[in-house]
């Protein structure tokens, strides 16, 4: 058994006995970022064309540094349709990869001022082009993504409308949420350079219809973890 004395009351905790023992108040923070920082993107994609190719990569995050250490806590995905789909599809979705040994990539629109969640916190290591998102079709590919995704989305199927003979539309669905729980002993995707994330497109898509994907990003910026 080991005992905790407080800083200022003098009460001592017990710690690895059964019964008997004082309560432990803990207040939880984020990743210690020492002179680094933490940061958040949020964008949305142009208006995704119809019959986007299945695999099409919509969003890449590229960490380059060679020291340091990128921890990502979040990804998020939404879709939503914009104009309505006239065909149905089975598996309307989209997955999420880690990427290793990146060296190719480009297209879409750039990145380049992910915004500090503190004033005080330094300007993010990341290059200008190294986080890119798809403006009407897909961008150019990372490469070499992991065999398995490590997050995928859930959503409806798109179907025909018995009275009025088109599909249904689901807004915002699907959703993608990469959320590893720390806490719960889930391990977040540390990067380290040259390796990153893709967010990808599952099937093609119908012959018509259209919509946007609006992907959100939280990571922190350490020197070790």
Known sequence: ???????????????????????????VKPIPWGLLGHYRVTQATGTLAAAL???AQLFTF?????????????????????????????DFGFDLFKATGISAGGGGTAIATPSKMRATMANTLLAATDVRI???????????LDTNAIEQSVGRTQRT?????????????????FAPNVQG???????????GFVLRNRTIWPAAGTGNLIVTVNWAEVTNY
């Open 62 to 90: 590229r960490w380059t540094d060679a020291t340091r250490l990128c921890v990502v806590t979040n990804v998020k995905a939404v879709f939503q349709t914009q104009a309505l789909f006239t065909a149905g599809t089975a």
């Open 1 to 27: 058994m080991a005992v905790i004395e407080g800083s200022t009351t003098g009460t001592l905790v017990d710690v690895g006995v059964a019964d008997g023992q004082s309560a432990m108040f803990t207040t």
């Open 134 to 144: 798809a403006t009407t079709g897909a961008l150019t590919a990372l490469t070499v």
């Open 185 to 195: 002993g889930e391990y977040p995707l540390v990067l380290s350079q040259n390796e």
């Open 161 to 177: 409308n018995p009275t009025a003979g088109t599909e249904e539309q689901f807004v915002n669905i699907p959703t993608l949420n």
């Open 53 to 55: 190719a299945a695999s």
